[in-house]
């Protein structure tokens, strides 16, 4: 699946602080879920991944919340650092491997 | 482990020159790679699936003869652009699916092209 290219709606945070990102995908049928976080000049860095029979997956300073519901996805980090600026992208995946991207979010961490 | 290089990381070449890029998985074995490419602020269009031993699998509106794709072992999948143009600028990325219980996709560093 492709995403649309879309100019990144944008987040700014003070370092400190926590930052919630938020992702709505599409496909009811989706059962595997990831956050990427790809900072300016390189590729995609995998950062945490949920499965559909999950609501909430913990990692180091990062949590992703699922709500199949309304079919969204969150990525919370805590005590967010400089380093954590990049823009983060969602990705969601049906049984038959086709990953769709979100739009992505950038993040911009103040100091 | 999961991890993906590509190379090179940015490349200028003229107008009408084709341009190879390489993207391998390193610490594991990858039958399904893909190639996506992503302009300034924008997020990534997916341009094909590659899978090892076969034909690649193009989104529409991505030209198969200008795009090639070849998936010849499985840690090595190779993008050429034929007679590159300026608006073939872009940054490529790949990525590689680690095939285990979540098939996780793990993307390569990029590559810059830069067509004059």
């Known amino acids: 699946g492709e995403s649309v290219g879309l100019h990144l709606p944008t987040l700014s945070v003070q370092e400190g602080d926590n930052s919630i990102i938020n992702c709505a995908y599409s496909?009811?049928?989706?059962?595997?879920f990831i956050w990427y976080k790809q900072e300016s000049g390189k590729g995609p860095q995998f950062i945490i991944d949920?499965?559909?029979?999950?609501d909430k997956r913990q990692g180091q300073r990062v949590t992703v919340l699922l709500n199949k519901t309304v079919k969204h996805l969150s990525l919370q980090i805590a005590a967010t650092q400089p380093g954590d600026s990049a823009v983060y992208f969602c990705?969601?995946?049906?049984?038959?491997?086709?990953?769709?991207f979100g739009a992505g979010t950038r993040l911009t961490v103040k100091p | 482990g999961a991890v993906v290089s590509q190379h090179p990381s940015w490349v200028i070449c003229k107008s009408g020159t084709s341009v190879k890029i390489e993207c391998r998985s390193l610490?594991?074995?990858?039958?399904?790679m893909f190639w996506y490419r992503q302009f300034p602020k924008q997020s990534l269009m997916l341009m094909a699936t590659?899978?090892?031993?076969?034909?690649?699998?193009?989104e529409q509106g991505v030209e198969k003869d200008k795009f090639l794709i070849n998936h010849a072992s499985l840690t090595l999948s190779t993008l050429t652009v034929t007679s590159a143009h300026p608006e073939d600028s872009s940054f490529y990325i790949c990525?590689?699916?680690?095939?285990?219980?979540?098939?996780?996709?793990?993307f390569g560093p990029g590559t810059r092209l830069t067509v004059l």
């Open positions: 990705a969601e995946k049906a049984n038959n491997n086709d990953m769709r």
């Open positions: 990525s590689a699916l680690w095939v285990t219980s979540t098939d996780t996709q793990y």
């Open positions: 610490d594991f074995q990858a039958t399904t």
């Open positions: 590659s899978n090892e031993g076969s034909k690649a699998t193009y």
């Open positions: 949920i499965r559909s029979n999950m």
């Open positions: 496909n009811s049928a989706s059962d595997y």
